[in-house]
Structure formats: structure tokens, C-alpha cells
């Protein structure tokens, strides 16, 4: 009975996480009509530009909410909740020295940021104001995301999203309405703010009265416990940079070669044929906490049923995931022209399909990748993204070497260090697993 309770919770977890991620995109493409209706497309460009930031500041998480799922996953599993509350502690304190250190960043250099992302000057002042507002947007933001690592880790990754999408869901709300008093991106930036530490107070107190029936201490800071996290985090730092930097660098090398046509036509076809991999990513996430409690004792035996249940779900997904990206593919130059009527370009549709071998072989790694981080392997997680990005840029430069550069050699060579990269993820752990 109590293997079916875990079973059916698990099942809610990968839910949710599929379901939640589509309502956000959902959310996303209503709010931005709303938002620009406010502001104007000039100044909500401006915003967007900004948001650019965001991107790059949130690298100050350190991987810390990752190491908070994990440790807490697997001091639940011993019901160590003194442990977990020690952890808290001591990620919170991690994070607010890194964002201290983002913040004096940002303050110090405003200006040049500003110039750097070449905002119009009559949007300057306006930015001046926004770029600090944006360091404590990010830090309320990894302080809530550490909170609900605690949430998820204790197997309730459901509950997390359901979390997330209200915040989302706020952060609306509260926009519109300082927007409706002063359209501005720094109303923007405060609505931002406000929904996250509405949303962080209303999870502590979540946490304290379900988990503990009592405040969280806050003091407990523990200098090893802190060691502990960061190093669990700095290959997942590792991962999360090489991953936000990769899909950049190749743009700037086809604006250069191809023109800047070429770069609006790669960002349609690899957000289309990654949209649906995000939907199973999102929801196997759930499997790291769960991973995690199994490989609790180490040994042989909870190996052998982790190496079980990651085959498990692999074929899970060769079973529904395969045919559903078959699907997709066949039904693409439909869909595409209908969304893209006048825009549609068919070079779009040959990015679209070059890419899927690779997706689909990423995919079919995810459980491996999620055992992996699961089991204190995060490093090998870190060299599979290091092996895709440097063998992406050296399949473009030998086939550069033997044809003009074109498109297709920038789709090939991803899809082609995708799949390695993957397999060498796959194998690896299947070697870390026999020698357990």
C-alpha cells in the first residue's frame, strides 16, 4: 500500500510538472499582449532587453536549489529534519552572500550595462533605476526557488508547481496594476519583486506548519553543510552557463556568416523542436528526488533497482515520446505554416527536422541524467555539456573545412554532439552503477 502511495505521488509529480510548464507558456503568451498594451512595443522591447540580465544574474544560484533538492531528498528519507533545517539555513546564507556580491555588481556598473546593451537614450533614465531592482528581483527569486527546493526534496514536486504557476500568476496581477498606476519598466521590475516575496512568505509558512508545526529556524548556519552545498552546485553552475551560452555563441557565428535572417529562422526552429522535450523534462524532473531516496543506502542492491527503475522510464519514453516526436514531425509543415502564415520560411521546417535525432536521444537520457545528479554524479552530468558544446563548434569548423558554411552544417553539427554527448552520458552511468 505504501509502495502504491509513493508510486501514485510520483505520478502526480511528472504531471504536474507537463502540465504546469504548458499553462505557464499559456500564461506567457496572454501576458505579453497586456504588457505591451501598457508600455508600448519601444519601451517593452526595452524591458525585454533588460530581462537580459536576469538571464545572467540567475547563473548566482550556484546550482544552490539543485544541492537543496538533493540533500533534503535524501535526509527525508532518514527523516533527519533537523538536518533539513540546517540546510535551509545555510543555503539561504550562500545565497544572500553571492547576491550581495550581484548587487554591488549591478550597482556599480549600471551605467556601463546599460551602454552595453545599447538601450535608446530616451529609455535611460528608466534603466538607470530598473538594473538594482533587477539584482533583488533575482535574489527574492533564488531565495523562493530555494524554498521550494526544501518542498520538492521532501517528494512534492507537485505542490512546487502548482507554487510556481500562482507566482507566475501573480507576478501578473501585481504588474498590471502598478503598471495601470505608472507604465513603466520599473513598475515592471516591481511587480516582479512583489509577487516573489509574497510567494516567499506564504511557502515558509507552508514549510513551518506542514513539515515542522513550528517556525524554521533561520540560524543554524553550519560552514560544512554550506561547503557541502556549493560543492555539490558548481558543476551544476558548470552546466547551466555552458548551456545558456552554447545556442548565443552559434548565433553570433551565423549573424556573421549567414545574415541576420538566418538567426530569426534558427531561433523558430530550435524553440519548436525543443518545445515538446521541455514538456517531458519538466515532468521526469520529478524523478531526481525520488532517485535520490533510493540510492540512500549505496549499496548494491539500491543500485541494481535505480539502474531498474532508469530503464524503466527509458523505455517509458521510446514507448509515448518516440511516436509523439514522429507525430509532430509529420504533422510540422502544417502546424508551421498555419502559425507562421506569411513568416513561414522552409528552411525553418529543415532546422526543425535535422534536430530531432538529436532531441529525441536527449530525451531518451533524461533518466540517466536525473540518476546522475541524484546520485552525487553531477560532474559527469557537467562533462556531457562540455563534450556537446566544444564537439558542436568542431563539427561546424570540419565541415566548414570541406563546404561553405551553411545552416545545414549548424543543425547537423548540434544534432550530431547532442547524440554523442548523450550516449556518452548514458554509458557512464551504467559504468558508475556496476561498479557500485
Known amino acids: 500500500m505504501f509502495k502504491n502511495k509513493l508510486k501514485s505521488q510520483l505520478n502526480k509529480n511528472i504531471a504536474s510538472g507537463a502540465i504546469v510548464h504548458g499553462l505557464n507558456i499559456f500564461i506567457g503568451l496572454i501576458s505579453y499582449p497586456i504588457f505591451i498594451n501598457y508600455l508600448g512595443f519601444e519601451l517593452f522591447s526595452v524591458w525585454t532587453l533588460l530581462s537580459i540580465i536576469i538571464s545572467f544574474a540567475q547563473l548566482g544560484d550556484f546550482g544552490i536549489s539543485k544541492a537543496v533538492i538533493f540533500y533534503t531528498s535524501k535526509e527525508s528519507a532518514n527523516k533527519n529534519f533537523e538536518k533539513i533545517k540546517e540546510l535551509l539555513s545555510s543555503a539561504l546564507f550562500v545565497l544572500f552572500i553571492l547576491a550581495s556580491i550581484i548587487q554591488s555588481v549591478l550597482w556599480l556598473g549600471k551605467s556601463q550595462i546599460i551602454e552595453l546593451l545599447a538601450v ?28 521550494l527546493g526544501i518542498i520538492t526534496g521532501l517528494g512534492r514536486l507537485d505542490f512546487s508547481n502548482l507554487l510556481l504557476l500562482i507566482v507566475n500568476l501573480l507576478k501578473i496581477g501585481f504588474t498590471v496594476l502598478l503598471l495601470s498606476f505608472k507604465p513603466t519598466v520599473v513598475s515592471m ?15 515558509i509558512v507552508i514549510i513551518s506548519r506542514t513539515y515542522y508545526s513550528s517556525s524554521i529556524p533561520l540560524c543554524n548556519i553550519s560552514k560544512k553543510t554550506s561547503t557541502k552545498i556549493l560543492k555539490y552546485g558548481l558543476p551544476v553552475l558548470g552546466i547551466q552557463t555552458l548551456n545558456m551560452l552554447m545556442f548565443p555563441v552559434v548565433k553570433i557565428i551565423m549573424a556573421n556568416n549567414l545574415g541576420v535572417v538566418s538567426v530569426g529562422i534558427f531561433e523558430l526552429a530550435t524553440k519548436v523542436a525543443y518545445s515538446i522535450r521541455t514538456f517531458f523534462e519538466k515532468g521526469l524532473f520529478a524523478l531526481m528526488p525520488e532517485f535520490s531516496k533510493l540510492h540512500k543506502f549505496n549499496d548494491r542492491g539500491s543500485s541494481e533497482m535505480l539502474q531498474k527503475k532508469v530503464s524503466t522510464y527509458t523505455k517509458k519514453l521510446m514507448y509515448f515520446g518516440i511516436p509523439l516526436f514522429v507525430l509532430a514531425a509529420l504533422c510540422s509543415p502544417f502546424v508551421l505554416k498555419l502559425w507562421l502564415n506569411k513568416a513561414y520560411d522552409p528552411e525553418i521546417l529543415l532546422g526543425y527536422l535535422l534536430l530531432q535525432p538529436g532531441i529525441i536521444v536527449g530525451l531518451l537520457a533524461l533518466p540517466s541524467y536525473y540518476a546522475l545528479l541524484a546520485t552525487k554524479n553531477q560532474k559527469i552530468c557537467f ?54
Not at 139 to 146: E, P, Q, R
Open 383 to 436: 562533462n556531457e555539456a562540455v563534450i556537446r558544446t566544444i564537439l558542436t563548434f568542431i563539427t561546424i569548423l570540419v565541415l566548414f573545412l570541406v563546404v561553405p558554411l551553411n545552416s545545414i552544417i549548424i543543425y547537423t553539427a548540434i544534432t550530431v554532439s547532442v547524440v554523442f554527448s548523450n550516449f556518452y552520458l548514458v554509458y557512464s552511468f551504467r559504468k558508475k552503477i556496476k561498479h557500485v
Open 120 to 147: 535608446p537614450v530616451q529609455f535611460y533614465s528608466q534603466s538607470l533605476e530598473v538594473v538594482p531592482l533587477i539584482g533583488i528581483a533575482v535574489f527574492s527569486f533564488l531565495v523562493y526557488d530555494c524554498l
Open 189 to 203: 521590475a516591481l511587480g516582479v519583486i512583489i509577487s516573489n516575496l509574497f510567494m516567499i512568505c506564504i511557502v
